[in-house]
């Protein structure tokens, strides 16, 4: 009896602190969309990954077309020219590759402008994200844009609109 007794209020404390805890909901991709910045900076980085890849495809191309000459003219070539239009291809191909690290790379110069104009906007929301946690006693909050293993949320904590004001931005 006695163990019974302390079960059922071990089991209520317990529904007790579960129920004391408070989560809710943001949507990035809905905050982004409301931040004219981030819709500028986003432009910007399009813009640029496009200058950058056609740049990209020029020398893959030359480097193709090089190639493509060597093949039909290899017969009359003599060794010593064969090895030279050959370090010529690779020399260009090195270089498209070169180029690609340099502005696709993980210190490229698109890693760099995002650094540069969107990832101060997002420690910006991050920083809302987190006042607004501790202001309202959140346990925890989620990202419906990323956390894939939310099929439904009530829109009562979606609190997205809340982080919007709290940045600046009204509805």
């Avoid at 030279?84 to 340099?102: G, N």
């Avoid at 994200?129 to 956390?147: C, L, N, P, T």
């Amino acid at each position: 009896m006695r163990k019974s007794i302390l079960s059922i209020m071990l089991l209520f404390v317990i529904s007790l602190t579960a129920g004391a805890q408070k989560f809710a909901l943001i949507d990035t991709e809905y905050i982004f969309k409301k931040i004219p910045a981030y819709q500028r900076a986003n432009e910007q980085m399009q813009q640029a990954t496009k200058k950058y890849q056609n740049e990209v495809e020029v020398l893959a191309k030359e480097a193709q077309k090089m190639f493509q000459d060597y093949q039909s003219k290899a017969s009359g070539l003599s060794a010593s020219q064969k090895t030279k239009k050959e370090d010529e291809i690779v020399a260009k191909e090195k270089a498209a590759a070169e180029l690609k690290r340099k502005y696709f790379g993980p210190e490229g110069e698109l890693a760099k402008m995002r650094d540069r104009l969107i990832t101060p906007i997002q420690d910006d929301i991050y920083e809302a994200v987190k006042a607004i946690s501790e202001s309202h006693g959140y346990s925890m909050i989620m990202d419906r844009a990323s956390a894939s293993g939310i099929i439904f949320a009530t829109p009562r904590i979606d609190i997205s609109d809340l982080v919007l004001r709290r940045l600046g931005y009204s509805n």
